[in-house]
Structure formats: C-alpha cells, structure tokens
C-alpha cells in the first residue's frame, strides 16, 4: 500500500510539473520536495498552481538582486535551552526552491509584495475566487483551482520566509513622486486596498503585456490598491505605469513613451472623511480594469459589480522603526499638509510619552482568578505594576524615529498629566495653529476630539511595546499600521476619565497587543471550542515571532510576567522540520501526588524547607494543523518527612507557558530586602512564625467540604526548586476561589522572615509560596 500511495503521488506529481523535470529529477527527490514543502505549510501542488498564473514573465534583474540578498541567508537557534523547537529565519523550502527555477521565484516575489499590503485571508480568499473564474471563463492554462485553505498556508509559508524584505520603501517612493503632482495628497487606506475585480484582472491583463508589450494596455478606472498595482506592475514586471488625472503632471513609473499601465486618479471616489479609518471595511465598488488594444479598443474587463468586495481591509505593513513617525504623518495630514519637520511633531510625542508615563503609574494586574471577599465582592485587583519609564522612552524612540524626542518635553507632560485629565481643555496651546487649520465636518466634532483620539491610540502602541524585552532589538520587525488596537483600552479610558482606582491590565495584555499587530490572520477564529481549550504562548509571523516570558528558565520569582520577548524566526520542529506560526498549551494526565496529608508547623517557630524537589524536565510538542502544543512534564521526589506522612515518593506536574504566565500574573511578587547577607538564608534555620500563621509541607491547602485552615497566612514549604514553586503557584492558583486567599511569591532577593513581614501587613489572608 506504501508503495501505491508513492506511485499515485509521482503521477500526481508528472501532471503538474513538466516531463523535463519530471525526468531530471529521482522518484524520492520528488517525494522529499513534496514532504519539505508541506512540513513547512506549503503544499506541491498549490505552488504549481499559483506559478501557472504568477510566475508566467520573469522579473526585475534590480529586484530580483536585491530581494535575494535579503532573503538568501538562513539562520537557528533554539527556542530555549533543551527544547525540540527551534526559530528559523529566512529562506525554508520554498524559497529555496523558488532560487532555482525563475517561475517560482517570480511567484514568490509577487506573493510576498502583495501579502504586505492585504490580509492574508483576504488574499487567499481573491486568489482562490479569481482561479475559480478563470477556470469558468476557460482561460488557457487554467485548471480547477486549490482548496482556499491550501492557498493560505501557502501564502504564510512565503511570508515566513520573505519576512527580512520591506516593501515599505517601494511604497514611500510611490507616494514621493505623487506628491510632487498633488500637493494635497493624503494617505488613505484605500490605495492599498486591492479589491477582487482589480485583482482577477491583473493576474492575466499584467502578463499580457509582458507577452505582447507594444500591443497591450491596460487602464484602471480609479486609484483603488494603486500602491501594491504600481509595484506589481512596475517595480516587479518592469510595465511602465502612468498615473493620470492628478492636479498637476502625470506622475510616471518608467518610460513615458511606451505606457503600459493607466490608472485614473478620481477625486470624486475618496469619501469625505474626517479623520483616517484604517482598516475599516472596504465598501467601495472600486475600479473597473480593462485590456486594450493599442488604439483601446476593449478586450477583456473586470467590473466590480460581478464581484463581492464587502468585507476587505488594508493591512499594510511598516517596520517597527519609525513606525510611529509614519503613523502620526498620515494622521495629521488628513485636511491639511504639514511639512515633516513641522514644530507640532516635536510636541506631540512629548505629550504622548508623558501621558504614557502617566498612564503606566496608574497600572495594576486584573487577577485572571478573582478572590471572593468577606463582603462578596470579588477582588480583581492584583499587584501594581512597576513599569520603568526608561521602558516607555526606549520604545517611544523606536517608534518614532525619524521626529526629535525632548526628553524635558515628556517629563513635564508626564508630571501634568499625572495631575489633569487628557481632555480639549488640557490640550497645549501651541495646538491650536493646527486646529485651526482643519475644517469641521459636522457638528460636535472638533478637531481636538481628533487629536485626542488620536493621542490615545499612539500610547497604546508606546505602552505595548514598552512592555518587550529589549525592544531596541526589534526595529525590523514587519508589523500592520492601524489605530485598531484594543490592547490598554481599559488603562486609557480609566485615566482619562479621571478614576481614582488603578487600570486593569490583562495577563497576556501586551502579548495579545503585539500579537494582532504581527499576524495578519486569527487563528482561532476558525475554531472557538479550540479557542476555550487553549491558551496561546507564541505567535509568529513575516519571520518574528513575540513569546511569553515565562518562555525563560527562570525561577518564578525572577519572571515579569506582564513583559514578553520578541525573537526573530518561525517555530519549527528540529527533527520533522514542520514550521507553524503557533505555540499553544498542551493537556496531558499527570501523576499527581497520592497523599492528602501533611503536617503543619504551629507556633513562634518554623524551619523554612521543602517537601519535595524536581528531578527531571522534560518537554513535548504535538503538531497539529496550525500550531504546535506544547507541554512540561516535571517529575518530583519526596523528602523522607514527607513520605513518613504518607506522601508518595515519586510524582509529577504538567507545566505549560500560557498556564504559567496566568497564574503568575494572579501571583504577589514581595519586594526585595535590605539585608545584604543572604548567604545564611540557604540554611535551614529557625525563623519567626507567629500565632495568624501556619507552615505546611505541601504546595496547596487541603480543602476539606469547603473549611479551610484558621490562620490568616498559610506558608507552602516548597524553598529552594524553582519547580516545586512552580507546582504551588499553579495548584494554589485553582484554590484561591474557595480559600479567598490571595498569593504571595518571595523572590530570591528577599529572607523568609521580611517575607512573612510582608504579607502580614497586608490586609486579608494570604497564601505565601515560600
């Protein structure tokens, strides 16, 4: 039967490829191609079928160089010590491939400008629509088209491995030389926004030309997705494109004399618009795409009426460098044009770090397990968060590269705002220039509503990257230019509002933030019982992937669990090189721990110690269709004591990144102690206990029909294993509903004895994890 399958898929195999390689190539380097492709998340066949339509003319010699020597150079390293998974950046199996034989190449060239700019499940759904009409209408060479699945992970698989070239610089240079025309040009999302029509007929109008360039042209009757056409057609296919109807000259890409490519630029088409909307859905027909004769008689055309363009977005990407910089031009430059080295710059992200600055002293974790209280309330409020403000200005600085950041400007903005609402009266003066400026386009709607808006959505992105660990290191990373970000919503609109109490930050606050803003899909929208079940630790995508920081071997006590870390590389599997974009929490049962009891230490004494310690880790990766699972299995031996009470000798826990971050994230960390001797703290000396207090030699509290133990502080004896603090965290974290008890860690830079100080001098009762 082995064999059968072999046979089928060479035959498979010899329809799509042609006989030349067919033959130039062994049976088993077929099937090896065929495997490495879909280990990486492409697929054979979905290849062939993309380069039948877009590999069909060679491209730029300038473009093809530059793009290889970016994407050419592979490098591993391994997700963390020990582990199965490694991060692999640059070219995998498709661009290897695609080195080698000119079609692909041009396939994935094309693949990858266009990704830049749109979804990728907006564009594989295109794709998969076009190729099903061209195989309607019978187009030569056209054959019933890939599942829209297979285009997808196609798409990703080129994305991943292409990430290291920008199309950010093809664009500006574009909008460089159409500002030179059209004074009042503005950036809108609908000139990235390709809609089904355009496409449908770029994908063979485009080619066209290239067969027969003197007989050909192709006009587009409005600037809809002008951007990523204009490097399609020009940049990539060498067609010179002409865009015309502008106020002043026609602006050319290429040779005037021979157009290839008209594009209508229509004033009529761009809604009047009082502010930038991103990403929100494309309602716009669009334009029409024609092929000509010379003389333009029509040939073949696209309308948009034959196509369904509602729900399309722009996702254009920028680097994280100057991301911020790009993201304040555009927004400004709405009804009125700002030079760049405009004065209000300067001001503006002075007021927007401090009001960061502000803001991030007003932080607090939202407990994922709230505690019941005496009252019946429920207590969400976890530990304040101590984010340095060194983090806000590293990140601010990447951000907005390029303006001129005065340090005096932020700290005096973040002292005022500290003090006053962000409201149009707490404004700056030196404002008001610019508002005057701008027309008011309905009542109620002042330009400073604007402005706060758009001050609120700027912080948002200086605070989620604040929260990433050496931030300074990510500058390239490709991520989606929106104000749709939702991340540190709850944090702003409590500090704009003025409340007294602290803002609540999620657990996986700013991983979600930079997650939305890398991936260009989401990924659990296809499965939401996959969704419940599952708690992500790692997305990637463009070739970076943000990680959780419990992802460091650490001891709990030295985990920030609200920062995340930011690496280069797609996840994949050492041994069975599968690449997936996702690292989720795995299940799995586990040997727990047989006794039920233990004894308690009571009294003025105790001796801080252990019940058991680890003696093994080991991690498993299951692969599934998008996402890895991952899982910690720890083994544990008992100490004597405790199996002299009846505890087992042996067991286990099951640990998992996502589970981690959340229970330490509902974890008290106590502040480090003055003392500066802490070589004794590793002895097993008595220490104070007192009579609210009870030591106990497990790391949970025994629930027995719902009583617990008196004392207002229970101390889980479980010092000096990381993992055995680990088992406590995760199995307290399950507890503290019924106990309504809160959790308290004692890090490594604090004695038991201020531990226990600690906690004592709060109010309510306490676990602390020893």
Partial sequence: MPSYAGFQLALELSNILPVKEVTAFAYTALLNLARELSNSGSDIFVEADLASIFGRSPISRELEKAFKDKVHISTVTTLHEGSEIQLRTGAG????????????????????????????????RMIANGMAKRAEAKIPGASIPPAYEGIEKT??????????????PYRAEI??????SMRDYSWSPYYTRLTPAVLLGAMDFLYAIKHLPSHRIVTVSSQAGFIPLTIWAHYILCLNVVITGLPGEDVVFGNAEEPHVFIRWRRSDLPDREELNWNLEGNEEGPEICLHETDMTILLTTKPEDHDSDSLYSAERHNLAGYGTVFLRRSLNVDVILSDDDSIYVE???????????????????????????????????????????????????????????????????????????????????????????????????????????????????????HVVEVDKCGDMPIILTDDVTSFTNLIRDVREGNDHPGLVRWDEAFDGVSKLLSSAEFFSRDERRRSLSTESLCSDFGWSVLLNTYADLDPGDIRPELVRIRKGTPTHSETEERK???????????????????????????????????????????????????????????????????????????????????????????????????????????????????????YEELDDGITMPQRIIITLTKGDRYIRWHAIIYLASEVYHSRRRMALRPNSCCEPCALDFVASQPGKWYLIL
């Fill in 175 to 180: 909008e460089k030389r159409l500002r030179v």
């Fill in 93 to 124: 199996p498709t661009v290897i491939r695609a080195f080698q034989d000119s079609r692909y190449f041009a396939t994935i060239v094309t693949l990858s400008a266009l990704s830049y700019f749109t979804p990728r499940d907006d564009l594989a």
């Fill in 581 to 699: 974009l996702r690292i989720v929490d795995g299940n799995a049962v586990e040997r727990s721990a047989k006794s039920y009891v233990y004894p308690v230490e009571i009294g003025p004494e105790y001796t801080p110690r252990t019940f058991a310690k680890s003696t093994s880790k080991k991690e498993y990766y299951t692969t599934l269709s998008y996402e890895f699972q991952s899982i910690l299995f720890i083994s544990f031996e008992s100490t004597r004591e405790w199996q002299d009470h009846g505890g087992s000798k042996h067991f286990q826990q099951n640990l998992a990144y996502g589970k981690m971050a959340k229970h330490l994230f509902n974890t008290h960390l106590i502040p480090e102690c003055s003392h500066l001797n802490k070589s004794h703290w590793e002895q097993a000396n008595k220490t104070k206990l007192g009579p609210d207090a009870v030591a106990i030699l497990s790391g």
């Fill in 155 to 168: 798409l990703a698989a080129c994305s991943t491995q292409c990430g290291e070239f920008q199309w950010t």
């Fill in 348 to 466: 503006l992200v002075g007021l927007i770090v401090g009001f960061a600055v502000a803001a991030s002293q007003r932080m607090a974790r939202e407990l994922p397990d709230p505690i019941p209280q005496e009252s019946d309330e429920v207590e969400e409020t976890g530990q304040i968060i101590r984010l340095e403000s060194w983090r806000i200005i590293d990140a601010a600085k990447l951000l907005f590269a390029g303006i001129t950041m005065d340090p005096i400007l932020c700290w005096n903005y973040a002292k005022f705002y500290s003090e006053h609402r962000l409201s149009e009266h707490t404004l700056p003066a030196t404002f008001d220039s610019y508002f005057a400026g701008v027309p008011r386009h309905r009542p109620g709607f002042s330009p400073a509503d604007r402005m706060i808006r758009l001050i609120e959505s700027a912080t948002k992105h200086v605070l989620i990257f604040a």
